[in-house]
């Protein structure tokens, strides 16, 4: 096993912190890997092991929250207001940029309803002769709309909004469907993930 390592007792067992995420090989018939916090390895008792696991479970739980509540008061400090549920921060950034932007050169074709086919108005917008406004809060990853991938503004706002509102620890909005979450949350957790590759034609 070649990475460092230090040397500690726990519960009166010897362990031993390791600087790499190798599988841990000892003394002793039950040795306990964390991948929690700091990968420990020890020759414990079942009741020792839990024990353990327990207390390094609470201590990322409260390494979590504080960095969490960091995260949190600096981006009052940056924002200089704190949010309520009441905002619509996303919302709001969309009406600002819809009625700022004066010559779309971006996708969607339809130019915020201004290059939209008489069909689609009829369709869409009831047939009203200049009735463009849902069309023209159709706008793509404009840079005053943040970045869905790294939030800083607005979408990292709502985030915040909808854990408060849910109870969670954090949210992260997608798109194109809920099966790209899925998978990003699966693949978090594991090293290799075997899915079947539906393609079109009867693919393998």
């Given at each position: 096993l070649h990475c460092q390592e230090q040397h500690h007792h726990v519960g009166g067992f010897p362990a031993w912190v390791l600087a790499a995420p190798y599988?841990?090989?000892?003394?002793g018939p039950m040795m306990l890997l964390s991948v929690l916090?700091?990968?420990h390895a020890a020759a414990l008792s079942t009741r020792s092991r839990t024990t353990l696991l327990s207390g390094v479970v609470q201590q990322q739980e409260q390494q979590q929250q504080q960095q969490q509540q960091q995260r949190q008061q600096q981006t009052d400090s940056e924002t200089g207001r704190m949010l309520s549920q009441s905002d619509?921060?996303?919302?709001?950034?969309?009406?600002?940029?819809s009625q700022s932007v004066r010559a779309p050169f971006f996708f969607p074709g339809h130019k915020m309803g201004e290059g939209a086919p008489a069909p689609l108005r009829e369709a869409v917008l009831g047939g009203a002769a200049g009735r463009t406004a849902p069309l023209?809060?159709?706008?793509?990853?404009?840079?005053?709309?943040?970045?869905?991938?790294?939030?800083e503004g607005p979408i990292h706002e709502a985030q915040q909004l909808a854990s408060e509102a849910f109870g969670a620890r954090s949210t992260h909005?997608?798109?194109?469907?809920?099966?790209?979450?899925?998978?990003?949350?699966?693949?978090?957790?594991?090293?290799?993930?075997?899915?079947?590759?539906?393609?079109g034609g009867g693919g393998g």
């Open positions: 599988l841990a090989l000892g003394p916090s700091g990968w619509t921060p996303l919302i709001d950034a969309i009406q600002r940029a023209r809060s159709d706008l793509p990853e404009l840079p005053e709309l943040d970045n869905l991938f790294s939030a909005f997608l798109i194109n469907g809920s099966t790209g979450g899925i998978l990003a949350a699966v693949i978090a957790c594991v090293q290799h993930f075997l899915s079947a590759r539906q393609g």
